[in-house]
């Protein structure tokens, strides 16, 4: 069974740029998550997808991150405009099923770097 | 709200020698305790957690962690390390019917020969 895979592993960009990052997550996974780590510090969740609904984006930074899950498939996160405070590293997660507590099944992570 | 503190962001250590992560949290409700691994180019893999029970919890690769409620730690211990454990090891709770999860800043640990 294939994990989770992000695409692309890294990204260097200039600020005022936009940048999409993919995740696909583990197939039959109706919950994908977003998660991002800003260097050194503690990984924080973004949001929440049930399939293709947003369950819960209470972690979006602000109305520059745009995240989108077509058919329930695989997710889009786009950064438009970038600032450099958007570097760090994007994980993306998937599980099968919701509470009580379970595992997150994650990917490897985008690596993001705003210059 | 929830919040995990690992107070150590490096340990290093040497082979076979014994070690601990330390892990914290904070939080108003019954929580759900996690310890995940992430190695070098690779995304974060469960080594265990803790949903109820025995509070001395067994995960993968000769980990184990112990849940302590007075004092809301989830410390992570291994008797004997190897090279291949060296890592970084992340310590995350949940609640329950609660699907994001809360994770500490990271432990790096360097496995010395």
């Known amino acids: 069974e294939a994990g989770v895979t992000q695409f692309p592993s890294h990204s260097v960009i200039e600020k005022g740029q936009t940048v999409t990052l993919r995740c696909d997550p583990i197939s039959g996974h109706d919950n994908l998550y977003w998660y991002r780590r800003v260097m050194g510090k503690e990984i924080k969740f973004l949001l929440h997808f049930v399939k293709e609904s947003k369950q819960d984006e209470s972690g979006m930074p602000n109305n520059r991150f745009l995240a989108e899950r077509t058919g329930g498939t695989y997710s889009t996160l786009k950064v438009q405009p970038a600032e450099l405070e958007d570097s760090g590293v994007y994980f993306c997660a998937s599980s099968n099923r919701q509470g009580p507590p379970h595992e997150q099944y994650f990917g490897p992570g985008t690596r993001l770097t705003v210059t | 709200a929830q919040s995990v503190t690992q107070l150590d962001s490096q340990v290093p250590v040497f082979e076979e020698a014994p070690v601990e992560l330390r892990c914290n949290y904070s939080?108003?409700?019954?929580?759900?305790l996690f310890w995940y691994v992430q190695y070098p180019n690779q995304g974060l893999q469960l080594l265990l957690k803790y949903l109820s029970g025995s509070t001395l919890v067994k995960g993968i690769n000769g980990f184990e962690a112990e849940f302590n409620k007075s004092q809301t730690s989830f410390h992570l211990r291994k008797p004997s390390v190897h090279i291949s454990d060296t890592a970084e090891y992340f310590c995350?709770?949940?609640?329950?019917?609660?699907?994001?999860?809360?994770f500490g800043s990271g432990t790096k640990l360097n496995v010395k020969p």
């Open positions: 939080s108003s409700v019954s929580v759900y």
């Open positions: 995350a709770v949940t609640k329950y019917n609660f699907n994001k999860f809360y």
